[in-house]
């Protein structure tokens, strides 16, 4: 039998503040503070957790833990926020119910880190693929991004939310993440001006600062130091345990999981920097002629460095610093701005960019992150929205108004939807419904949000009159119209019994929440409501050239002027909260209340106070007392009997029937009287949690009896098994020491008998070795004999050999002396007449010399000189030429070597004779080429010209010839049908790999290149799937690397542009592109082609643009490119490093 844990067993307090009992505030308190100081922070309402901030790292967020409460009853196992994530997932996925989780406390409960807590639950146990794993990083990433933007260091958090986030997490039908939507609601912008003391500006400011390359601030025009920025507080700039640089890089990197490039990333920073320098801007007074001060820009450096950010001319940006153009109907009216005038248009530029900024944020992350399928999808939201303020010192203003007003309505809607779940439960099994009573806060919201008396209302009223407008003028307003209302107070109001109440200042009112009353200083609501940026400002924003800046402030158009007042911000609130409520309504919800135990944001320490302050607020008890208003506590039948069988002796240990039948048997013999219980169809209702102590008082003192009882029989078991045992083991010694015995008895005997037997044996050896010793020494002696007589007989033949030998060699060397002798007496004779022979030639070739001489001495000394002159000239001439005869180089046009100059007066003709060669060899070799051979070296030619030095693939194709029709088209009948349709004659036909811009891999077409267009059809069927004309063609991207993608962009407006452009990869780039090149440069009265080569370049695909982009490193599984998608804007191209 599989034992089952339960929220019931080895309780620290109780887990369930239903079961509570005295139900009070000192022992909810009690409980909270028992469970929170054993590390036990969480805590059930009913369905609802409360979660408490234990400000250090416990050991409940592993992995194992998400494997223990995967698939589990809710209340099967202790409190844990992985069983409300667990709870809302399945119920998503198996019974098809749209799920919203809510998420509130006050700053520094822990919101944000709960709503983290539950998004990497459900990515965990949700499925897991590439595609779904990128999803899930993508909605993971987006936390860092919006934090960084969107939080802020508090006195009550170091990082505090200063917005409320709802996300919309959509599943498909399997329960697998497929994308998501954010929405964001008041994002608390007055702080980019001004900061309380002991805070920060928001996180970004000080991460970019801190954690971007001197590179980066250089480009930004910004220093690392603090101090130097007025937006930025110095007495809180540096928080311990925050590290702003590692947040930088984390962030940037978030930037890039989530989709955003290179150049986004770069323009948001640029808006950052500009808000920075914005803030550095300061004015002083210039007075005029009609006596009025007009504002002036003190240091125009920094208006400078932001206009140069943002692309503004500064003049356009000073004017609208120092004037305000009001317009009505047709007139325009200029008016100067004062001093404070100034300071206050620069603020709320500020403000607003900033603003803007971050929704235009919201909206990129969105598009990223969205569905792409178009299929209705199952939807889990998470709401992290700030909870109930309340400011001691009585400094609340606007924004605590807005942000109470909200929880407000939250609270509306979670005790409606309270309700409405239990009245629910109880129709579904079968229970009589008895109406509770409780707070219904309906009237509060009427005060604050009825369209024609509420606050709001008024507020929007007061801001939009004509006249002198004040906040004095707007409390008047609603001390006369809201005076009988009897949630709101006031000094100056016509009720008396506020008259005297000197804990009501004047200039204040006082609402009376549900969570409390909350005093309210009416200073600041009529500017904060109207929220105003000047026209001239807006104008000004949409005149720069930053690709933002239009985005964000359209109304600055001057062709789109509205005279329009804008919507106040309160009214905004009040729209998009009533939007979250409707969407609210129609999921299914799901709490987590957060609780801050100490304002120290230190661990183990529990201020009952401050609990006590959240808890009444929050409404918890309120939600108790609902919850036990019925029944405290349900459970299904068959889970009830398993854990109480063991009460009756009908049950246990086992019960055949009905698990119903079994339940009515065990409560009867219990004796539990009929009214504290009732039986639903499917669960057993017990209205008093006395009755379930009860029960679980008597359940574990019958375990212990079972304890006993199971230890006894225990006990018996194991002296019987030990008894058997030993019995077993005496037999066992037993028979094994006989057998030792025999064993020993029978070794000896072997013993004897192998001694006698080699004494035998040995006697035997001895008799046979002695006779063979006899028969080798008689052999021995025969041997000896016959080898001293062979060595006798060996001996007389080698002398007489030897003697005959001396005799042969005496004749051969007197024969040889005697040869010696007669050749050297030759050898004398004839030298002696060779030598006679040559005296007579000298002396005859002497006398004939002395003859010429004589004969032609009178014509010698005449021309002497010039004869041997040209003789020598003539000789090296001969010389030369028949040298050059040996070392003429190769008829290759290509090879440069030539013979060395042998003499300097040939310098000339060396020359011209080198250059007459290497024309006459062109020729011989240009004689050689065929047209087509011809046509081939100029593509070749045309090819280096685009791409040689440019592209790496370029090279390896230097020696591969042009081929033009790999497919043999014409000869090819499985392409007879194409070949058809293809009227003119095809230059190129080849296969390609057309790229899918949804994932990025590529699918076969042929790719026929004509005189007049460029065909794409399909590899199998032959279908011409796209026919280009050539003039629609504009241009064509390859990148630098060895890759063979490139892309044909089409002209823009023209029919074979419906669909975009073409992205294709092909093994032949080189050839493709020169013929393409030279089909369209030989075609009469047109300008060559544009070949763009990069590394990124833009591709049009339908009405989307995406980026295109080249990485050095290759893929793991191949040598090739691999195309990969990493958003909806970019295709990633991975190519091998060259070798």
């Known amino acids: 039998m599989e034992v089952k844990t339960s929220l019931l067993d080895n309780m620290i307090g109780v887990g369930d503040m239903v079961l509570l009992e005295p139900l009070n505030e000192d022992s909810f308190i009690e409980n909270l503070r028992k469970r929170f100081d054993h590390n036990e922070i969480y805590t059930y309402i009913g369905s609802v957790v409360i979660s408490m901030n234990p400000y250090r790292s416990l050991p409940i967020f592993t992995p194992e833990k998400v494997e223990e409460y995967r698939n589990r009853n809710f209340y099967e196992l202790s409190p844990h926020i992985y069983a409300l994530a667990d709870e809302a997932y399945r119920s998503l996925r198996d019974q098809d119910k749209d799920q919203c989780i809510l998420i509130t406390g006050e700053s520094g409960a822990g919101k944000t880190e709960a709503s983290k807590l539950v998004m990497s639950y459900v990515a965990a146990v949700c499925g897991k693929g590439q595609e779904v794993n990128k999803v899930k990083e993508q909605l993971l990433q987006s936390n860092p991004v919006l934090e960084a933007f969107g939080n802020a260091k508090t006195v009550r958090n170091d990082n505090s939310s200063r917005f409320g986030k709802y996300m919309d997490i959509e599943f498909d039908f399997k329960g697998d993440p497929l994308g998501g939507v954010i929405s964001n609601y008041l994002l608390e912008k007055s702080r980019v001006c001004k900061q309380p003391r002991g805070e920060r500006n928001f996180h970004i400011f000080y991460q970019l600062l801190s954690g971007a390359s ?17 937006y930025l507080s110095l007495d809180s700039a540096t928080v311990n345990g925050l590290d702003d640089a590692a947040s930088f890089r984390t962030v940037r990197n978030a930037m890039q999981i989530v989709g955003f490039m290179e150049d986004e990333v770069q323009l948001v920073l640029e808006l950052v920097a500009a808000v920075l320098k914005l803030g550095n801007i300061e004015f002083k007074p210039e007075s005029r002629v009609n006596g009025f001060d007009e504002s002036r820009v003190k240091d125009k450096n920094d208006l400078k460095e932001m206009c140069e950010l943002l692309g503004i001319e500064q003049s356009v940006l000073e004017r609208a610093f120092s004037y305000r153009t009001v317009e009505a109907k047709m007139e325009k009216v200029s008016t100067t701005l004062n001093v ?39 939807v889990m939201g998470v709401l992290d929205i700030y909870g109930f303020e309340i400011f001691e010192d009585g400094d609340n203003s606007f924004e605590q108004f807005i942000i109470n007003y909200c929880n407000e309505k939250l609270q509306q809607i979670f005790i409606e939807l309270t309700l409405r779940e239990e009245q629910e439960e109880y129709v579904r099994e079968g229970i009589e419904w008895t109406n509770i009573e409780y707070f219904n806060n309906a009237i509060i919201c009427d005060l604050i949000e009825n369209n024609q008396n509420g606050i709001l209302a008024m507020l929007d009223e007061e801001c939009l009159r004509p006249g002198t407008v004040t906040d004095d003028t707007f409390l008047d307003k609603l001390n006369t119209i809201c005076a009988e209302h009897q949630h709101f107070e006031s000094r100056l109001s016509k009720n008396s019994k506020f008259l005297t109440d000197h804990s009501l200042p004047h200039s204040c009112f006082r609402i009376q929440h549900y969570a409390g009353k909350v005093l309210y200083r009416v200073e600041g609501f009529v500017d904060k409501n109207n929220d105003l940026l000047y026209r001239d400002l807006s104008q000004a924003m949409y005149k720069a050239t930053h690709s ?6 359209p109304e600055g158009n001057p062709a789109k002027v509205n005279l329009k007042r804008p919507l106040t911000a309160g009214f905004q609130f009040k729209a998009s909260v009533g939007g979250l409520m409707r969407n609210l309504q129609t999921k299914n919800p799901n709490y987590i209340r957060c609780i801050k ?21 929050l409404g918890l008890m309120e939600n108790v007392r609902v919850r036990r208003a019925g029944y405290a506590f349900r459970q299904p039948y068959e889970p009830c009997l398993e854990r109480y069988k063991m009460l009756c002796k009908q049950t246990w240990p086992h019960w055949r029937g009905p698990a119903r039948d079994g339940v009515e048997v065990l409560l009867t013999d219990c004796s539990v009287p009929a009214e504290e219980f009732a039986y639903g169809r499917s669960k057993i209702f017990i209205r008093n949690p006395r009755t379930l102590f009860t029960l679980e008082e008597r359940r574990r003192a019958c375990l212990e009896d079972l304890a006993t009882l199971i230890q006894k029989i225990y006990r018996g078991w194991k002296c019987r098994t030990h008894f058997l045992l030993l019995k077993k083991s005496q037999v066992v010694v037993a028979a094994w020491y006989r057998r030792y015995a025999q064993q020993k008895k029978y070794e000896k005997i072997k013993s004897a008998t192998l001694v006698m037997q080699s004494f035998t044996r040995g006697w035997k050896a001895r008799k046979i070795l002695r006779q063979l010793k006899y028969e080798k020494r008689c052999k021995e002696a025969v041997t000896t004999i016959a080898a001293y007589w062979h060595g006798t007989q060996a001996r007389m033949e080698l002398r007489r050999l030897k003697t005959e030998a001396r005799n042969k060699h005496a004749v051969s060397v007197i024969w040889a002396y005697w040869q010696g002798t007669k050749a050297r007496r030759e050898l004398r004779c004839l030298k002696e007449e060779a030598r006679r022979k040559h005296a007579v030639a000298v002396i005859w070739a002497y006398w004939r010399g002395l003859q010429v001489r004589r004969e032609y001495r009178k014509f010698f000394r005449a021309n002497a000189g010039k004869k041997i002159y040209c003789f020598i000239i003539q000789r090296i001439m001969q ?12 008829m290759s046009p290509i090879d440069n070597t030539w013979s060395a100059q042998p003499y300097s007066f040939l310098e000339g003709a060396h020359t011209e004779l080198r250059r007459i060669f290497h024309l006459w060899r062109c020729k011989k070799h240009r004689g050689q080429f065929t047209e087509e051979k011809k046509a081939v070296y100029e593509e070749k030619l045309e090819a280096s010209e685009i791409f040689k030095n440019k592209k790496a693939l370029y090279p390896s194709s230097v020696s591969q010839p042009f081929k033009g029709d790999y497919l043999e088209i014409h000869k090819n009948p499985k392409y007879q049908k194409l070949n058809s349709a293809v009227e003119e004659k095809v230059l190129l036909a080849d296969v390609v790999n057309k790229i899918n811009r949804a994932n990025g891999k590529g699918s076969p077409r042929l790719f026929l290149l004509t005189k007049n267009n460029f065909v794409l059809a399909d590899q199998k069927t032959g279908q011409v799937k796209a026919s280009v004309p050539l003039p629609d ?44 090149h030279r089909t369209w440069t030989t075609a009469a009265d047109k300008d060559q082609i544009n070949i763009d080569i990069s590394d990124e370049f833009l591709v049009q695909f339908k009405q989307d643009k995406v980026c295109v982009k080249f990485i050095q490193g290759g893929p793991k599984n191949g040598t090739s490119a691999a195309c990969k998608r990493k958003n909806n804007r970019l295709l990633e191209v991975s190519v091998p490093s060259s070798p």
């Open 214 to 230: 001197g590179d980066t601030l250089t480009k930004l025009k910004l220093d690392r130091d603090f101090s130097k920025y007025n």
């Open 1033 to 1076: 063609l504009t241009s064509v991207s390859v990148s630098t690397q060895s890759d063979g993608f490139f892309a044909l962009k089409l002209k823009e407006g023209s029919a074979s542009a419906a669909k975009g452009d073409f992205l294709l990869n092909s093994e032949h780039l080189i050839e493709i592109i020169t013929k393409l």
């Open 548 to 553: 933002l800046m239009r985005q964000l402030f």
């Open 597 to 617: 135990p100490n304002d120290k944001k230190a661990a183990h320490i529990f201020t009952d106070s401050l609990v006590c302050h959240q808890v009444r607020y």
């Open 879 to 890: 010389k030369y030429f028949l040298g050059l005869k040996t070392t003429v180089p190769s």
């Open 340 to 378: 404070a005038q100034a300071y206050y248009a620069r603020d709320a530029l500020a403000k607003n960019l900033y603003s803007r900024l971050f929704s235009w944020l919201v909206t990129r992350i969105n598009e990223s992150i969205k569905a792409q399928a178009k299929t209705r999808h199952k």
